[in-house]
């Protein structure tokens, strides 16, 4: 089992930046991702990091604003959000699959993830 808790959400206006922590308990997962979700829209996948940190995956919409990354030692995952926009405006999850290792390939996508923290509220105002 993991256990996820993410903080570090809160308010900005456009254009502003936040950093948003995951603390992450039980084993250490190989594979672990941010999703978010807006009221009314599907859960969206923004990001996946492998459990060496080489290796990131990215949807288009945060591709060059958002940055995923691990500290290992720590068992914390992190996104970095610069450049935010009001579409920006979600709960973000973070996401750990099932197992300690893994292949490479399979974490270059947004399925399969087994564990998800409670969700920390990100509102981006125009």
């Known amino acids: 089992q993991v256990q996820l808790v993410e903080s570090g959400g809160g308010s900005v206006q456009a254009g502003g930046s936040l950093r948003l922590s995951c603390e992450a308990s039980?084993?250490?997962?190989?594979?672990?991702?941010?999703?978010r979700q807006s009221p009314g829209k599907e859960r969206e996948g923004l990001t996946t990091i492998y459990t060496d940190g080489g290796s990131t995956y990215y949807a288009n919409s945060v591709?060059?604003?958002?940055?995923i990354s691990?500290?290992?030692?720590?068992n914390?995952?992190?996104?970095?959000?610069?450049s935010l926009k009001p579409e920006d405006t979600a709960t973000y999850y973070c996401a750990a699959r099932s197992g300690s290792q893994g292949p490479r390939w399979a974490c270059q996508t947004f399925l399969g993830f087994a564990f998800w923290g409670q969700g920390t509220q990100v509102n981006v105002s125009s």
């Open 26 to 35: 039980g084993y250490t997962s190989y594979c672990m991702a941010w999703f």
């Open 70 to 74: 691990r500290d290992t030692a720590k």
């Open 63 to 67: 591709k060059g604003r958002f940055t």
């Open 76 to 82: 914390t995952l992190y996104l970095q959000m610069n």
